[in-house]
């Protein structure tokens, strides 16, 4: 009898499970089809991005010219990362749904007490920086934590720049 009943809970587990890669089949597809598109300078840049935060589509307005390139370029910048946050936002929405759901499932170590929680060891990954490249918050020490100095003396390295300013400046001699 105890049997039958170890057969029927595994059958129900099975039946879990499926059900589960169900809901995650369709939440990868509807997050597939997710985009966001995000404005900036006036309206006068409109950025569209996928799922994954690449961009699909951009967009001038007809006043873009009375924009420099370097606002331009912010602009662009600023609605891309802006688009970005609202798919990513979408997406974790959806996520949160399925979560919901699979959190009403058991956990195997329920059905089988020597195993341990898978879903508590997975680690969470971490933020991504917007910052561009070579910002402080993206220089990081082998421990991860971002590289700091405090203290330093400036240094010119271009030997023709150094003879321009300084103490020793060659005009002083």
Same mark, same amino acid.
């Given at each position: 009898?105890?049997?039958?009943?170890?057969?029927?809970?595994?059958?129900?587990?099975?039946?879990?499970?499926?059900?589960?890669?169900?809901?995650?089949?369709?939440?990868?597809?509807?997050?597939?089809?997710?985009?966001?598109?995000?404005?900036?300078?006036? %309206?006068?840049? $409109?950025?569209?991005?996928?799922?994954?935060?690449?961009?699909?589509?951009?967009?001038?307005?007809?006043?873009?010219?009375?924009? $420099?390139?370097?606002?331009?370029?912010?602009?662009?910048?600023?609605? $891309?990362?802006?688009?970005?946050?609202?798919?990513?936002?979408?997406?974790?929405?959806?996520?949160?749904?399925?979560?919901?759901?699979?959190? %009403?499932?058991?956990?195997?170590?329920?059905?089988?007490?020597?195993?341990?929680?898978? %879903?508590?060891?997975?680690?969470?990954?971490?933020?991504?920086?917007?910052?561009?490249?070579?910002?402080?918050?993206?220089?990081?020490?082998?421990?991860?934590?971002?590289?700091?100095?405090?203290?330093?003396?400036?240094?010119?390295?271009?030997?023709?720049?150094?003879?321009?300013?300084?103490?020793?400046?060659?005009?002083?001699?």
């Amino acid at each position: 009898m105890a049997n039958e009943a170890e057969k029927a809970q595994l059958a129900g587990l099975k039946d879990l499970v499926q059900g589960a890669f169900v809901s995650i089949t369709h939440a990868q597809e509807q997050r597939a089809q997710l985009t966001a598109a995000a404005h900036a300078a006036g %309206r006068r840049v $409109t950025i569209t991005v996928n799922a994954d935060g690449v961009v699909i589509k951009t967009e001038f307005s007809d006043s873009i010219d009375d924009l $420099t390139y370097s606002e331009i370029a912010a602009a662009v910048t600023a609605a $891309t990362q802006d688009a970005a946050a609202q798919v990513r936002q979408q997406a974790q929405r959806l996520m949160a749904d399925l979560q919901r759901e699979q959190a %009403r499932m058991p956990s195997m170590s329920e059905f089988f007490p020597m195993m341990p929680d898978i %879903r508590s060891m997975i680690p969470t990954p971490p933020e991504v920086p917007t910052s561009p490249p070579g910002s402080p918050d993206r220089v990081a020490d082998a421990s991860g934590n971002a590289v700091r100095f405090t203290e330093v003396e400036e240094y010119e390295h271009d030997p023709a720049k150094r003879e321009q300013s300084g103490i020793a400046a060659p005009v002083w001699e």
